[in-house]
């Protein structure tokens, strides 16, 4: 082992606010332009000291970029009991010891929530898909907070929330994440609410509203995974449930911080934004083990969970008004069968032509309006 590698392993972890500037990140990127292959990328990656496993920094500037904007709008919101908080974690490769992001220290797990609009309308809860962040409803918000008091949040694992290992405090499994989230809504003091679920957290939505029936007004759905066609999970993600594959590609920022939402529409992320999301897994190595873990789940569980929300959507008695928007240019979740189960269900269903998978980031302002439609449209008597 030589000798850099071996200071690299002895270094302290970073605060956050203690990132420097390491090296400069050139790439070549039209915004949210036409999706181009990666052979057109010219990267100079970084290369600098994270959390003692992922060598990686936080940031390419010392300048407030977008990353600090949005977390200065937000707060943190202790919410979801930490069950065993006396061990201190370790990597699941090498048993290396974890740096500060990866362990729990409160008797809590702290999520990282925006809030918009008055408190005195009525609360739309804004819950983004994996992987992505509450950073991509960040145009949205402006257009319903006119209307309503919007909420939007990072799941655990994700964005500012806490990544906590598996075994230490959180396992992301799919029960986990919907009793986490019953336990956010009443730390956020949300009493009734509209819900808007986007991909593969939709079926999580689901079955929250189904068990919390007295909290929810409306659900609108996002590209949800609804039919036997989506059970199957994209290869971009199945890539991270693959023996050492998946934990080398976890904790490339790259890979598993802006490629997935690149390659599930027609649109690429510009570079400021794509800043955003790679940030996570440049700050720490327990982003990318949480996305592994995520990801496993969801491979396990999907066909269940699909086959729970066709039940629930179906069901005479589901009284909750429920819309779907569908951005039919979704390279992960193929349209097919989609009208033909919305219909027979009786949900209503928009569709946007221009839109992918990842729909509020791909185009906010329309994706916002037809959200704002399909919150305000009276009920049915």
């Known amino acids: ?191 009734k609410m509209s819900i808007v679920g986007q991909g593969f957290a939709a079926p999580l939505v689901l079955e929250f509203a189904r068990r919390n029936e007295d909290k929810v007004d409306r659900l609108v759905l996002l590209n949800p995974p609804v039919t036997e066609q989506h059970a199957k999970l994209p290869s971009s993600l199945s890539i991270f449930t693959n023996f050492l594959l998946g934990e080398v590609f976890v904790q490339d920022p790259l890979k598993a911080g802006e490629n997935p939402l690149n390659e599930c529409g027609p649109y690429i992320l510009d570079e400021e934004d794509a800043m955003v999301y790679r940030r996570p897994y440049l700050m720490s190595g327990s982003a990318g083990f949480a996305l592994q873990a995520v990801s496993k789940e969801l491979k396990k569980e999907l066909k269940g969970l699909i086959n729970n929300s066709r039940q629930i959507l179906s069901d005479p008695k589901w009284s909750k008004r429920t819309s779907v928007i569908w951005g039919l240019k979704d390279r992960w979740l193929v349209f097919s069968g989609v009208k033909e189960f919305t219909t027979s269900a009786g949900l209503q269903l928009t569709e946007l032509d221009e839109v992918g998978h990842h729909a509020q980031e791909d185009f906010p302002e329309e994706v916002g309006a037809a959200l704002r439609t399909c919150l305000k449209r009276p009920l049915l008597v």
């Not at 200065?72 to 490769?93: C, E, F, L, T």
């Not at 949205?140 to 655990?156: E, G, I, N, Q, R």
Request: charged share 25%; hydrophobic share 35%.
């Open 1 to 191: 082992m030589s000798s850099c590698f071996q200071q690299l392993l002895l270094c302290p972890p970073l605060h956050p606010a203690e990132f420097q500037t390491r090296a400069t990140f050139k790439r070549r990127l039209p915004c949210r332009s036409l999706y181009v292959d990666d052979e057109d990328y010219l990267v100079d990656a970084p290369v600098s000291v994270g959390d003692g496993f992922s060598f990686a920094g936080g940031k390419y500037s010392s300048e407030e970029g977008p990353s600090e904007k949005w977390f200065a709008r937000g707060k943190m919101v202790n919410a979801y009991a930490v069950k065993d908080k006396s061990k201190k974690a370790q990597d699941p490769i090498f048993g290396l010891a974890m740096g500060a992001a990866s362990q729990v220290s409160e008797d809590y797990l702290r999520w990282f929530s925006v809030e918009e609009g008055d408190n005195q309308k009525p609360a739309v809860l804004l819950v983004h898909g994996f992987p992505s962040q509450s950073y991509s409803y960040r145009k949205v918000l402006p257009v319903l907070s006119t209307d309503f008091h919007v909420v939007a949040f990072d799941w655990l694992g994700f964005g500012f929330s806490d990544k906590p290992q598996v075994n230490y405090g959180f396992n992301y499994t799919m029960e986990e994440y919907i009793s986490a989230l019953t336990d956010l809504v009443e730390s956020l003091g949300l009493e």
